[in-house]
């Protein structure tokens, strides 16, 4: 998964669960088979164990299902350094059948349009959904299908919380807030930061961008030209404004600045805090030692200013795509058609706990699904999602998470962080040489 800059990306990237990873070659007819009219493919994942285990089990599936296609998979570092291995296999023409990768702005740094097969109008995209398909696309030309589920970026709450209070999921920030009031009242600690983990201070800003969207449509083209700001767009400034307003208001649990990420699930989980502005990824993996998590932790989108137009930011899942490189194209569309199937995903709900919604028409989450990922698919329903704007967007700064950190504290008034972190944003434009910097 990757974030707003590159350390959430990195601490992310163990919580991207269904991140299925994939490698290949991919220019004409299948080529290079071995003896018996059997195609090999190589399969590039990352070394995230919950991806490995997805991988497996979509590739043991579609083994079975297709016997003359064999796949080999190989593993990568996560972060940086898997990023540069990517990049550098791409450039010399050494990048397996079909490979992993970040979908959005990471993968409009791959070139798509020199190195991946553009499958627009492929049958491999019959199945994925329409809304997805921006985040693997570049000028108008799709290369990707998606890995996996999506996840939320947005408030996880503590149902039973919510029905011994009475409580409704708000719609709007004032009914939030209304509602801390009455947590409050009762006891329990509103709102959980984890502050240790600085990485989790960015939520309140990156999972706003659902509210920033359908205020100012044009947000992230006129912020990818430097034509508008966070600290001179209301909506954008919002989420630094919310981190200052809870922390003012006294929301906060006791030893917020020092409290990490797994405290502060369970602080969730106990009922002893009633929301954490957090990523549905993180429930996952405490179900197996912490069952109730399942079912009493539910999801919703950070509320905005207009009921009428409430919804949630989504993390959109990787995609898997195909270099041009490589002499088994009709194997590696087959597969690609596979992984974005119905049948991938029930492979894939068998391996992973799913944290969201898939992006393909027709795959359903299990019946055991935890409560985070129906609330999600809800929202994917209804058609009230946005991506995080790093999907849309390749302006990000380094330095968001400090920044975060200082707003939530009360230490910096929350305009000038809006205003310190336009200014962070300056220098990776600069260096990624877009127009406008």
Known sequence: MKTSHRTMGAALAVL???????????????????????????????????????????????????????IETETRPGGSEGDNIVKTRLS??????????????????????????????????????????????????AYGVPAGTAMGGGILYNRKVYEKLGLEVPKTWADFMANNDKIKAAGIAPVISTFKDTWTSQLFVLGDYYNVQAAAPGFAQDYTA???????????????????????????????????????????????????????????PLVATTPAAATDIGFF???????????????????????????????????????????????????????????????????????????????????????????????KGPSLEQITVAVGSGLTPPEEGAAQYDKDVEKQAKQLGLAGW
């Open 16 to 70: 991207t669960i269904a991140a299925l990873t994939s490698c290949g070659s991919g220019s004409g007819s299948d080529a290079g088979s071995s003896g018996g009219g059997t195609v090999t493919l190589k399969f590039l994942v990352d070394n995230n164990q919950a991806t490995v285990s997805t991988a497996k089990a979509l590739t043991d599936a579609f083994m079975q299902a297709n016997p003359t296609i064999k």
């Open 92 to 141: 010399t023409g050494d990048m397996s059948d079909v490979f992993w990768y970040n979908s959005g702005s990471l993968l409009q740094a791959l070139n798509p349009g020199q190195t991946l097969v553009d499958l627009t109008g492929d049958p491999a995209l019959a199945n994925v959904q329409k809304d997805f398909l921006p985040v693997v696309s570049q000028d108008g030309k």
């Open 226 to 284: 430097n034509k508008a700001k966070f600290a001179s767009t209301p909506a954008a400034r919002a989420g630094f404004d919310h981190l200052a307003e809870v922390h003012a208001k006294g929301l906060l649990q006791e030893g917020f600045g020092s409290a990490t990420a797994d405290q502060g699930m369970k602080l969730l989980v106990e009922g002893k805090g009633a929301h954490y502005p957090m990523l549905s990824a993180q429930v996952p």
């Open 301 to 395: 989108g950070i509320p905005g200013a207009d009921a009428a137009k409430n919804g949630a930011t989504l993390w959109e899942p990787a995609g898997v795509y195909i270099p041009k490189t490589t002499e088994k194209l009709d194997a590696a569309k087959k597969f690609l058609a596979y992984v974005a199937s119905p049948a991938a995903a029930e492979a894939m709900n068998k391996a992973v706990q799913p944290a969201g919604p898939y992006r393909v028409e027709g795959a359903k989450l299990p019946d055991d699904a935890i409560q985070v990922a129906k609330d999600l698919q809800t929202y994917v329903d209804e058609g009230r999602t946005a991506p995080a704007l790093e999907f849309v967007s390749p302006v």
